[in-house]
Nanobody, 120 residues
Framework: QVQLVESGGGLVQAGGSLRLSCAASGSTFSRYTMNWFRQAPGKQRELVAA???????NYADAVKGRFTISRDNAKNTLFLQMNSLKPEDTAVYYC??????????????WGQGTQVTVSS
């Protein structure tokens, strides 16, 4: 079981920056693939960025070059540095932890979300 708590959201002008954090409970944080998702009003939740247990990262095309995902396994914390923010980045951002066992069982855990609003 993993509990996730996001922080760092807020209101920012276009072109500005925010840094989201996700604090995770439990001692197995380093074994999880960690993801940031977002959901804008009236839209489906979408994957923004992911970081594997080994540190490999992937990004949605819409945020490549602007967002950076990172993790601090010693502090059980996930980060999302968001630069050059655009109004279309406005959404609730969710932290997600995924674990896949060798038997193929998948475990998903979600935070409560943090609102990011980018004004034009």
């Amino acid at each position: 079981q993993v509990q996730l708590v996001e922080s760092g959201g807020g209101l920012v002008q276009a072109g500005g920056s925010l840094r989201l954090s996700c604090a995770a409970s439990g001692s197995t944080f380093s074994r999880y693939t960690m993801n940031w998702f977002r959901q804008a009003p009236g839209k489906q939740r979408e994957l923004v960025a992911a970081v594997s247990p080994g540190g490999r990262t992937n990004y949605a095309d819409a945020v490549k070059g602007r967002f950076t995902i990172s993790r601090d396994n010693a502090k059980n914390t996930l980060f999302l540095q968001m630069n050059s923010l655009k109004p279309e980045d406005t959404a609730v951002y969710y932290c997600n932890a995924q674990f896949l066992t060798i038997l193929g069982q998948r475990y998903d855990y979600w935070g409560q979300g943090t609102q990011v609003t980018v004004s034009s």
